[in-house]
């Protein structure tokens, strides 16, 4: 196990589409799971691509607080987080036109946080690490997650997808954007990936 260093913007590694991994089942990959489990914990993140640790390959992981889903508009009652999740080979289709703008935060981009406008419901898939078909439907903070991670599989990072820069701020005066956002994020929601 060894805690992998995370690439800042900046890195070309950041800005170039990945690859597909070629076999689920490399034991390479498998070792690269276990270094980025404990590269997310260790940042404290809610996800990881690995083209964040360098590793240019379609693989990303995630997760979602119960509590994160639970201060989710329009979540169903008593509907819980999302387990620790590992997709390879992502793919997501949007469903339906509407956006939703959320405060995002990003290892690779440290200090800053942003109001991203995302899909408020996609599908997506992918492969879990024994090589079995994960397909899913999100919507809220899950999606958005997703979308994240999936679009540094695409060298995309978040203020890419913004609309509004002056809603790029410092973590320090984050605070200033209480209820700022249209979805009603706030403050204490924010997660990084
Ligand atoms: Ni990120």
Not at 153 to 182: I, K, N, W
Request: charged share 25%.
């Amino acid at each position: 196990m060894a805690i992998l260093k995370i690439a800042r913007m900046g890195h070309p590694v950041l800005a170039r589409p990945a690859p597909p991994v070629a076999d689920p089942g490399d034991p390479e990959i498998a070792r690269l799971i276990v270094d980025m489990i404990e590269t997310l914990e260790d940042a404290g993140g809610v996800g990881l691509a690995a083209t964040q640790v360098h590793v240019p390959t379609r693989l990303v992981m995630f997760f979602v607080p119960a509590a994160r889903a639970a201060a989710e508009d329009g979540a169903a009652e008593g509907e819980g987080g999302v387990p620790f999740t590992v997709l390879i080979n992502p793919e997501i289709e949007p469903l339906g036109e509407t956006m939703v703008a959320g405060w995002e935060g990003c290892l690779s981009v440290p200090g800053l946080r942003g109001l991203v406008p995302r899909h408020d419901h996609i599908r997506y898939r992918g492969l879990a690490p024994d090589g079995s078909l994960i397909e899913r439907e999100a919507r809220g903070f899950h999606a958005r997650v997703v979308q994240h991670e999936c679009d540094h599989l695409d060298g995309v990072l978040y203020p890419q997808r913004m609309t509004d820069l002056s809603r790029l701020v410092f973590e320090s005066e984050f605070r200033h954007q209480t209820a700022a956002a249209p979805d009603g994020d706030g403050a204490d929601d924010e997660e990084v990936a």
